[in-house]
């Protein structure tokens, strides 16, 4: 800026020299390099502005471009991270199917080998249903007399059959030793009873209510020893009859699950009885032939 200055005062020096300007020319001459140097002045603080502000926004472009790379650099591991993670997701999806179709696999099995187990059943149950009313019809056949004289009763209710036969039919009062005609009895009903190898034979003794007298107390001090005693006599001989010991068994209940009222002489006779109940074996312990 200083040397154009000079260059312009030496211009104006020159033409003073040659005469040639006057003097109102020259001041007008002064006054235009005044002008030019302000706008030079100007001009060269615009410009370091300029520079300045293109130095800043230089900078500044820098700055945003190594945040940018950063930015890249930061996505394309992100991006790595999830293409990995969808990796092992896909792997995820892949072993959890599989793992739902070997459980639909199992399922479907576990309800087919249920079915089959249920149709096994069905058929046992109506097998065993078929037995049992085969037994049901065999006895009333053969105990028509009895039945009709109401000295026997046969009842079948689900998968258990009963024979319920009154005292007077097997014994006298107050004894456990079977009468002649209660062994003809027992002799058909042991028949029909030892063709039967799927069912516990349950006989039980029961009383009424009164006490036992003083002549039989000493050999059945309560009705308790009374039903028991009767019960096991009736067992011992249908096994000697050939119903095979490992489904009998023998229980005594004396007064106390009585199917009538004690305070009748008929009720009395109702549950002075011997019941013969045929029901399924148990599982857990299967009788050992």
């Known amino acids: 800026m200083r040397f154009m200055k000079i260059v312009l005062l030496a211009i104006a020096g020159?033409?003073?020299?040659?005469?040639?300007?006057?003097?109102?020319?020259?001041?007008?001459?002064?006054?235009?390099?005044?002008?030019?140097?302000?706008?030079?002045?100007?001009?060269?603080?615009?410009?370091?502005?300029?520079?300045?502000?293109?130095?800043?926004?230089?900078?500044?472009?820098?700055?945003?471009?190594?945040?940018?790379?950063?930015?890249?650099?930061?996505?394309?591991?992100?991006?790595?991270?999830?293409?990995?993670?969808?990796?092992?997701?896909?792997?995820?999806?892949?072993?959890?199917?599989?793992?739902?179709?070997?459980?639909?696999?199992?399922?479907?099995?576990?309800?087919?080998?249920l079915t089959q187990e249920k149709m096994?059943?069905?058929?046992?149950?109506?097998?065993?249903?078929?037995?049992?009313?085969?037994?049901?019809?065999?006895?009333?056949?053969?105990?028509?007399?009895?039945?009709?004289?109401?000295?026997?009763?046969?009842?079948?209710?689900?998968?258990?059959?009963?024979l319920t036969m009154v005292e007077k039919i097997l014994f006298d009062s107050g004894k456990a030793d079977i009468k002649v005609n209660g062994k003809k009895v027992l002799d058909r009903v042991a028949e029909i009873l030892k063709n039967i190898t799927d069912k516990q034979i349950k006989i039980e003794g029961h009383t009424d209510n009164v006490p036992i007298g003083a002549t039989l107390a000493g050999k059945f001090p309560t009705n308790w020893e009374l039903s028991t005693a009767r019960a096991t006599t009736v067992v011992r001989y249908l096994q000697e009859k050939g119903v095979s010991p490992a489904f009998l068994n023998a229980a005594g209940y004396s007064e106390y699950k009585p199917v009538e009222s004690n305070e009748t002489d008929e009720g009395k006779a109702k549950n002075r009885r011997i019941e013969i109940v045929l029901i399924p074996l148990d599982a857990e312990n299967p009788p050992q032939q």
């Open 14 to 113: 020159l033409a003073l020299t040659t005469g040639c300007v006057t003097t109102k020319k020259y001041e007008a001459r002064l006054s235009d390099i005044d002008t030019l140097t302000a706008e030079n002045t100007a001009l060269s603080g615009k410009l370091q502005e300029t520079e300045k502000s293109l130095t800043n926004e230089k900078a500044s472009r820098e700055t945003d471009v190594a945040k940018l790379v950063q930015e890249k650099e930061e996505l394309m591991r992100t991006n790595e991270l999830l293409m990995t993670a969808n990796k092992d997701m896909n792997k995820s999806v892949a072993e959890i199917s599989r793992e739902k179709l070997n459980a639909i696999k199992d399922k479907d099995r576990i309800i087919t080998e």
């Open 120 to 162: 096994n059943a069905i058929k046992e149950r109506d097998r065993a249903i078929a037995e049992q009313k085969h037994s049901y019809d065999n006895l009333v056949s053969e105990l028509t007399e009895e039945i009709k004289k109401g000295e026997i009763q046969v009842k079948q209710l689900k998968d258990k059959l009963t």
